[in-house]
């Protein structure tokens, strides 16, 4: 006959496991969760602050473009303006910490871009506080996309 304790401690384990199959369990107290993506880009680009990247593309292709930043110093990446109509965002911007256990830990920020058309634009990403309305952006990042013909 199993006692109390080993009978919670077997529902526990079997929690955490169908926890860990349905897609992660999220600990800690930080206001801004850190969410993992499951998909998968077909590019992965580390955008370097105050320079301009190119990348070319063709329609279906989905880009990640990822930015170093600190979330504990208030400051985020954000995209300036609105994408051209042969690009479109895939979900909100993640944030990754670098070191999870450490709070405030500096990490990247990733965007998701997924090409719908041909074209070409130059995408401005600013490192901001939010709440500061008028300040101007302390680092900016370009990138340079050309979306051409299938291939």
């Known amino acids: ?10 529902r526990c384990l079997s929690l955490v496991i169908a926890a860990g199959m349905s897609g992660g369990i999220a600990v800690g107290c930080d206001s801004a969760p850190v969410r993992r ?3 998968q880009p077909d590019i992965v680009d580390v ?10 593309t063709r329609p279906g292709m989905l880009m990640a473009f990822d930015l170093p ?8 990446w954000r ?4 994408l051209p109509s042969f690009l479109e965002m895939s979900g909100d911007p993640v944030f990754t910490p670098a070191d999870p256990d450490r709070m405030g830990s500096s990490g990247l920020t990733r965007f998701l871009v997924k090409a719908t058309g041909t ?4 995408l401005v990403f600013e490192y901001v506080r939010g709440w500061e ?9 370009r ?9």
């Open 1 to 10: 006959m199993m006692n109390i304790d080993a009978r919670f401690a077997r």
């Open 37 to 39: 993506t499951m998909v």
């Open 47 to 56: 955008l370097h602050t105050d320079s301009t990247t190119r990348q070319s």
């Open 69 to 76: 930043g600190h979330a504990g110093t208030g400051y985020a």
């Open 79 to 82: 995209l300036l303006g609105s």
């Open 119 to 122: 074209g070409k634009a130059t």
């Open 133 to 141: 309305k008028d300040a101007a952006p302390v680092r900016t990042a």
């Open 143 to 151: 990138v340079e996309i050309e979306s051409g013909g299938g291939g």
